[in-house]
C-alpha cells in the first residue's frame, strides 16, 4: 500500500500536470492501475489519491471491471491486455 501511495503522490502529478502525457506514460500507469486491482485494493482508495485527475480515474474505473483473477499468469495476463489496451486508444486518439 505504500508503493501505491508513493506512485500516487510522485508519479502521477507529473503526468497529469503535462498537456498531454505520452502514450507509454499512459500504457504504463494502466498497467500499474491494474497490478493494483489484480492486488485488491479497494476502488475507493485509488479514487480518493488521484482526486482532481480525471484521466486517471477513468483508468481505475475501467480496471475495475474487469475480474481479479487468483492466477500469477492471468494477473500478468490482465495487466498486459490492459495496458496495451490503454496504449491502443492514447495512439488512436492522436490520429
Known amino acids: 500500500m505504500r508503493k501505491l501511495m ?11 500536470l ?5 502514450c507509454e ?3 504504463d500507469l494502466a498497467r500499474d492501475v491494474m497490478r493494483n486491482r489484480q492486488a485488491n485494493i479497494p476502488m475507493a482508495e485509488m479514487m480518493k489519491a488521484t482526486e ?8 481505475i474505473k475501467e480496471a475495475y471491471k474487469i475480474p481479479r483473477y487468483g492466477s500469477e499468469e492471468f ?21
Not at 482532481?52 to 483508468?59: A, E, Y
Not at 490482465?78 to 490520429?95: K, P, Q, R, V
Open 25 to 27: 506514460d499512459v500504457s
Open 18 to 22: 503535462a498537456e498531454q502525457p505520452s
Open 75 to 95: 494477473k500478468r495476463d490482465a495487466m498486459t491486455d490492459f495496458s496495451n489496451n490503454w496504449y491502443m486508444a492514447c495512439l488512436e486518439s492522436g490520429e
Open 52 to 59: 482532481g485527475m480525471p484521466m486517471v480515474q477513468s483508468i
Open 6 to 16: 508513493l506512485y500516487f503522490l510522485v508519479v502521477l502529478p507529473s503526468i497529469s
